[in-house]
């Protein structure tokens, strides 16, 4: 009996142990083990990478560290068991112990394992800088690895980094906006670790490219040799004012074939900017948004401020001032840029790209947005140009206390280059001089045959004495041309900063001359508080060929407050030999106009704005029916260019786009835009009454068409005025 018992026992012993191991009933069932039992070593600043590893139980595992304390810095242990990270000191670490849990709830510790981390030898591993491109934000951070971080970094040699780049940072960041080509260096940089271990950089070069456009497919649009000309107004990287005129021609793939700019600022005064065709170009897309990069050579002069002869010593202004916080003095010698433009066609019949808005698009703090227009270069001679002339020219007068906003519109005569008859009314800084006479002054008979540009000058007599301004100009065909002042507008008592254009006019004007409705559009300066921001304004109208202006309706922001009056049993004047035109009963201080020969082009622009008001407003006259008009949803249709004007207060930025408008109330948009400019969505609605008032995006942005043009204003925030062109040509 004790023999059968002591078997008894062992099968027991036998049963338990199989069942411990996982053998009942055919199945088989092994103990989880951790197979990893020690951990390589690391260097400071390397990336360190180490996997635990298990077998046996059932996957998936899971692990945890149980002891050892803190991991070496910059390390960490994922639940899979994977150590990554950066080691950031040197040292012996642990010993640790792991735990690992199968899928089962089996778990296994691992033995004590310690990670070595070594300071290795301080290196750097820059080795050559990544290129940057003129205008456009640029960083590349130097780095080394090995030694004791942190590391600090300072320039041994090479001299001063490209215009518009900071000093390399402690950190090893080279960053800022380049604004000037060329190969700069080579630079040789020193790493210093905490340890005061240092390594240098080779000799490494910094390349500052052209900007240039990518292709958008559809450049051919644009027919190669024939010109465009464009306008800009706004403020530069210092928030001073500025103005752009130029041309340039396309060749139809995406290059330049003939470029000139003329700029004028108060930061580096006038100069006409020679452009590197090679290393320009465009890009123009099938939504009609396009992309022209203009590259410089040479740099702007930056003539010392001087007033021209004859210039008044100072103009009066009022309260419509705009304060800046920088220095007036020119900056010799400072550096010509690269500059990108973003610009947008209307295609009025699909093919031919006559129109358009364009804005500055690049990264160096300008803020400029105007209009272009197809140039024919076959009027590019003064003999070409008609006997009279309507003009709109605004811009800024330096003050003793701020530049003081300006506004000028007015009519001459033209023979062969000789302007007489001068008629004008002009506006600086919210003080109207009322109507000036006797305006004289030169076109010069020496016309770019490919870009249409001419220099001349142009006088104003006032009762503070003679306006004089010398000027470049842009033909754009026999009865239009773009203007802008070429003196240096900096100090006190020079002549003012001025951009406009100039339309045929007729020679003699009747009563009814202005006849029919029409719509309007203006901006200015508007004092709010202690500061200053955009007024704009749209409005239709109606005059009826007799004096009487029987309605008005005004939709107006101010500084933020939106209000849209409307005025009744209105009157008007016009001067037959001037073709000026005086209201009254239209607001309290109305706009005096000056008529076009009821040009057609743009939309047709029939006559030039300068405002009486103490924001020295400006604008244009369009015409839109010499019927009572009925406009539909379907009068708005196709493909528009679009921009803001001028940021008259410098606040807000620009934008630039196309807008397709489905005839339907509905339209799609693409946009470019900068700063804080109140944003109309890719895809809107927009709501049109038969007087061709209306809105865009739910109300949010009043808007007056005559279906060729739309002006529009936002409701809220500092007011830009949104200008649209498209439909089919009227020229």
């Known amino acids: 009996m004790r023999r059968v018992y002591h078997y008894v026992c062992l099968l027991g012993v036998l049963f338990a142990s199989l069942q411990a191991i996982g053998c009942s009933s055919g199945a088989t069932t092994t103990m989880v083990q951790v197979s990893t039992t020690s951990l390589p070593s690391g260097t400071v600043a390397s990336p360190y990478s180490a996997t635990l590893t298990a077998v046996g139980g059932t996957s998936p595992y899971t692990w945890t560290q149980t002891s050892g304390g803190a991991m070496p810095g910059g390390v960490s242990l994922g639940s899979a068991g994977v150590f990554a990270g950066t080691p950031t000191a040197a040292g012996t670490f642990g010993p640790y112990v792991f735990q690992v849990k199968d899928s089962t709830g089996l778990v296994a510790s691992s033995p004590s394992m310690s990670i070595t981390i070594t300071a290795g030898t301080l290196t750097v591993t820059t080795t050559a800088l990544p290129a940057a491109v003129v205008n456009a934000a640029y960083s590349a951070t130097l780095g080394a690895s090995g030694g004791t971080p942190p590391y600090t970094w300072t320039e041994t040699s090479g001299g001063a980094l490209p215009p518009g780049l900071a000093n390399v ?100 005064g006038p100069a006409q900017m020679q452009v590197n065709v090679g290393a320009s170009s465009y890009s123009f897309g099938t939504s009609t948004l396009g992309c022209l990069a203009l590259s410089f050579s040479g740099s702007v002069p930056g003539p010392a401020a001087t007033a021209h002869e004859g210039a008044t010593a100072k103009l009066a202004h009022g309260t419509a001032m705009r304060s800046l916080g920088v220095g007036k003095a020119a900056a010799a010698g400072a550096a010509v840029v690269s500059v990108q433009f973003a610009f947008s066609l209307d295609g009025f019949d699909g093919t031919v790209y006559h129109t358009g808005r364009i804005i500055e698009s690049d990264s160096v703090g300008t803020s400029a947005a105007g209009f272009m227009h197809l140039q024919v270069p076959s009027t590019f001679a003064v003999t070409s140009l008609l006997s009279n002339y309507a003009f709109g020219f ?35 800084g919210g003080v109207a001089s009322g109507e000036s006479t006797g305006g004289t002054g030169t076109l010069n008979a020496a016309i770019d045959a490919t870009t249409g540009r001419g220099t001349g000058t142009y006088t104003i007599p006032t009762s503070g004495g003679n306006l004089t301004f010398d000027l470049a100009f842009y033909i754009l065909n026999a009865s239009d041309f773009i203007v802008l002042s070429t003196d240096n507008p900096a100090a006190v008592g020079s002549a003012p900063l001025l951009g406009g254009r100039a339309l045929a006019s007729n020679a003699t004007y009747a009563q ?14 508007q004092a709010s508080g202690s500061s200053v921001a955009n007024l704009a304004e749209i409005a239709t109208l109606n005059a009826d060929g007799a004096g009487n202006v029987p309605s008005t309706i005004l939709y107006m922001n101010s500084a933020g407050s939106y209000s849209h009056p409307a005025f009744l049993n209105g009157t008007y004047t016009v001067e037959a030999a001037s073709g000026r035109v005086s209201i009254a009963g239209i607001t309290a201080t109305p706009p005096v106009m000056y008529l076009t020969a009821g040009n057609t082009a743009d939309g047709g622009i029939a006559g030039f704005l300068v405002g009486t008001d103490t924001e020295a407003s400006s604008g244009i006259l369009v015409s839109q029916s010499t019927m009572a008009p009925s406009y539909t949803l379907g009068d708005i249709t196709g493909s528009y260019a679009t921009s803001t004007e001028e940021d008259v207060a410098g606040k807000s930025g620009t934008m630039v786009g196309t807008f397709s408008f489905t005839g339907g109330g509905q339209y799609v948009a693409t946009v470019k835009s900068s700063g804080s400019v109140p944003s109309l969505p890719g895809l809107g609605s927009i709501v049109v009454s038969s007087d061709g008032s209306g809105s865009l995006n739910g109300g949010n942005f009043p808007l007056v068409t005559n279906g060729k043009m739309i002006f529009a204003i936002p409701k809220s925030g500092n007011p830009l005025l949104y200008v649209f062109t498209g439909g089919k040509s009227l020229d």
Not at 219 to 225: D, K, Q, Y
Not at 396 to 403: L, P, V, Y
Not at 416 to 421: H, N
């Open 169 to 268: 940072t402690s950190g090893g960041v080279i960053a800022g906006t380049p604004t000037a080509t060329g190969s700069y260096g080579p630079y040789v940089f020193t790493v210093t670790d905490a340890a005061n271990a240092t390594a240098v950089t080779g000799s490494l070069t910094l390349t500052v490219g052209a900007a240039t456009c990518a292709a958008l497919g559809n450049e051919t649009a644009l027919t190669a040799g024939t010109p465009y000309a464009f306008l800009l107004k706004g403020t530069d990287g210092s928030g001073n004012p500025i103005d752009m005129a130029g041309s340039f021609t396309p060749n139809g793939t995406g290059g330049i074939t003939d470029a000139t700019v003329d700029y004028n600022g108060f930061t580096n």
């Open 394 to 428: 605004d811009g800024w007068t330096a003050a003793a206390s701020g530049n003081a906003r300006t506004a000028i519109a007015g009519s001459f005569t033209n023979t062969t280059g000789a302007l007489s008859a001068g008629y004008a009314d002009v506006n600086v």
């Open 512 to 525: 009814g001359s202005l006849s029919g409705y029409y719509m309007l559009a203006a901006e200015g300066l």
